[in-house]
């Protein structure tokens, strides 16, 4: 079965060296995606059934579940060779920026719909459109960004080496390990 590991190792080498550079924001923008779709079915299920007259609230609804699954995607594997808190703390952290990070994503629809008054005489596919772009375009950049810097800087801030602790007993790899090193399956 390929896996993402098993599909990074067999890129070519500049661009095995820069998706290895980046690994951890190109993770965390999976878990962002797997996230957006669980999000956004969330949200449309109770947009468009129970919470028709309170977007905002389906909204926030569906950003506090995608950010459970969130935490657990992203602290064992999209940070999982950063610690350096114990884990309640941590875990703490990680829920009080995705916190703020949710309130970023409603910001949009709130004030399009509280200050402008943007939905009022929408329906159907146009209010559709509208919430999309609002909620899970233009908020989700803000809360996205403002995700991956807080919890770099805040939630999972030490990154482990990536031998010894990392993973290896090769505290020192030489390039022909460096591969297996930064996979942290050597």
Known sequence: MLTI???VSMLPGPLHRLVMKHSELIKFA?????TFVIDTAIYYMLAFTVLEQKPVVARIISGVV??????ILNREWAF????GRERHHEALLFFLISGV????????????????????????????VLDFL???IIGNLFGMAFRFW???????????????????????PNPDEL???ELGHA
């Open 179 to 181: 591969t297996d090193e």
């Open 30 to 34: 999976i878990v962002g995606g797997t």
């Open 101 to 128: 990070a949710v309130l970023l994503t409603a910001a949009p629809l709130w004030l399009a719909n509280n200050v402008f008054g943007m939905r009022e005489n929408l329906a159907g596919l146009e209010l559709a």
């Open 66 to 71: 995608a950010t459970i699954l969130s935490y």
């Open 150 to 172: 807080a919890l770099r800087r805040f939630a999972f801030p030490d990154e482990e080496p990536r031998g010894g602790d990392g993973g290896s007993t090769d505290v020192n």
């Open 80 to 83: 999982k060779n950063r610690g």
């Open 5 to 7: 590991d098993k599909a």
């Open 134 to 136: 609002l909620a899970f």
